[in-house]
Nanobody
Framework: QVQLVESGGGSVHPGGSLRISCETSGYRYSSGIVAWFRQSPGKAREGVAASWTGYGVTWDSDSVKGRFTISQDSAKNIVYLQMNNLKPEDTAVYYC???????????????????WGQGTQVTVSS
């Protein structure tokens, strides 16, 4: 049984930083893609960053490029999202998701991911 558990969300001021974590279990961590998505009220779920965990390949969206970094601890099967220089528009529920590498043509389509965590809230406000 695949389980993804996010942690580390919270509230910060603009310009602040947070690191959120996705702990995976029951999943072929070494060969899949783990991605971070976010969703705010009234908006579609948006791909933020992804990692092909077995090969060290990463992707991120233009909206977070240069500010967010995805990384992993392979020994613990944990994927992190380090978020720096946070902006109010980054406020959302952040979800991690997992799938096989060949499950879709792109990494940022949420419908191609069969496994999801419960989400963690990130709020950026002054």
């Amino acid at each position: 049984q695949v389980q993804l558990v996010e942690s580390g969300g919270g509230s910060v001021h603009p310009g602040g930083s947070l690191r959120i974590s996705c702990e995976t279990s029951g999943y072929r961590y070494s060969s899949g893609i783990v991605a971070w998505f976010r969703q705010s009220p009234g908006k579609a779920r948006e791909g933020v960053a992804a990692s092909w965990t077995g090969y060290g390949v990463t992707w991120d969206s233009d909206s977070v490029k240069g500010r967010f970094t995805i990384s992993q601890d392979s020994a613990k099967n944990i994927v992190y999202l380090q978020m720096n220089n946070l902006k109010p528009e980054d406020t959302a529920v952040y979800y991690c998701a997992a799938r096989d590498p060949w499950g879709g043509a792109t990494w940022y389509e949420p419908q191609t991911y069969p496994y999801w965590g419960q989400g963690t809230q990130v709020t950026v406000s002054s």
